[in-house]
């Protein structure tokens, strides 16, 4: 159906009447609840891409500071010269550990964080991000999918609007003349298999989009596995930097 035609059947649908359009009251509302989890798996992937921006940041920042000894503590000695009362290894030592909750220190592994943060990033976007895209990108091919058989509706509406009308000539026309009009019964024989070819058509189109639309939401059940292993990598990063 050309633009047009689908304009002019939106006309016919807001008009009042007797007519009912065909709705899918199941694809409907499943393609809402899919349209509105999706938004919240856009905001979702776009906090966690700023959580991998800072994890990144936090490794080089965290990796920069202990790397670096830590400020001096000068005393004048007898020739009357500044001197650190702590040698520089002591201070890169200290700059290497980190005061743990219970007390004792804990080194960190400041030569490895660089390996480490690149291996959070690898592992943030193959078993997070990557499959999240994955679902988002398969919902978005829903929009035309949706689109396409809203056509195939209008197009067997605007069959069942034209057989309606006929319909009501003839009956018009036999209770005017007490007789059946042997033309339009012949245009009704031929408009009611039209109407019953758009039907099928529609309907194969809607139980297809059904399909698609709960396989779709089955998948959505893994989300909590991505989300898992979101947690999960945050932690192994953290816990591998410490030695």
Same mark, same amino acid.
């Given at each position: 159906?050309?633009?047009?035609?689908?304009?002019?059947?939106?006309?016919?649908?807001?008009?009042?009447?007797?007519? $009912?359009?065909?709705?899918?009251?199941?694809?409907?509302?499943?393609?809402?609840?899919? %349209?509105?989890?999706?938004?919240?798996?856009?905001?979702?992937?776009?906090?966690?891409?700023?959580?991998?921006?800072?994890?990144?940041?936090?490794?080089?920042?965290?990796?920069?500071?202990?790397?670096?000894?830590? /400020?001096?503590?000068?005393?004048?000695?007898?020739?009357?010269?500044?001197? /650190?009362?702590?040698?520089?290894?002591?201070?890169?030592?200290?700059?290497?550990?980190?005061?743990?909750?219970?007390?004792?220190?804990?080194?960190?592994?400041?030569?490895?964080?660089?390996?480490?943060?690149?291996?959070?990033?690898?592992?943030?976007?193959?078993?997070?991000?990557? /499959?999240?895209?994955?679902?988002?990108?398969?919902?978005?091919? !829903?929009?035309?999918?949706?689109?396409?058989?809203?056509?195939?509706?209008?197009? !067997?509406?605007?069959?069942?609007?034209? !057989? %309606?009308?006929?319909?009501?000539?003839?009956?018009?026309?036999?209770?005017? $003349?007490?007789?059946?009009? /042997?033309?339009?019964?012949?245009?009704?024989?031929?408009?009611?298999?039209?109407?019953?070819?758009?039907?099928?058509?529609?309907?194969? %189109?809607?139980?297809?989009?059904?399909?698609?639309?709960?396989?779709?939401?089955?998948?959505?059940?893994?989300?909590?596995?991505?989300?898992?292993?979101?947690?999960?990598?945050?932690?192994?990063?953290?816990?591998?930097?410490?030695?």
């Amino acid at each position: 159906m050309g633009m047009f035609g689908r304009f002019r059947e939106k006309v016919h649908e807001a008009a009042p009447g007797r007519f $009912n359009p065909t709705t899918s009251d199941r694809i409907d509302k499943m393609y809402k609840e899919v %349209h509105d989890f999706a938004q919240t798996l856009k905001e979702c992937e776009k906090q966690i891409k700023q959580l991998e921006i800072a994890s990144v940041a936090v490794f080089r920042a965290t990796g920069d500071a202990l790397s670096r000894p830590l /400020p001096h503590v000068y005393q004048v000695d007898a020739q009357g010269n500044a001197q /650190p009362l702590v040698p520089q290894d002591e201070l890169r030592q200290q700059a290497a550990t980190t005061m743990g909750t219970a007390g004792p220190q804990s080194s960190v592994r400041v030569q490895d964080l660089a390996t480490i943060s690149q291996k959070h990033t690898n592992d943030l976007e193959q078993n997070v991000l990557e /499959p999240l895209r994955a679902w988002i990108k398969e919902y978005r091919t !829903f929009k035309d999918r949706m689109s396409l058989l809203d056509n195939k509706r209008l197009e !067997f509406d605007a069959e069942r609007r034209a !057989f %309606h009308k006929l319909e009501i000539k003839g009956v018009h026309h036999k209770q005017a $003349n007490d007789a059946v009009d /042997p033309e339009i019964a012949g245009r009704l024989e031929g408009k009611s298999g039209d109407v019953a070819a758009k039907r099928n058509v529609y309907n194969a %189109h809607e139980q297809e989009l059904y399909n698609g639309l709960a396989a779709l939401i089955n998948d959505a059940k893994n989300v909590r596995v991505y989300l898992a292993s979101l947690m999960r990598a945050q932690s192994q990063a953290f816990g591998a930097a410490l030695g």
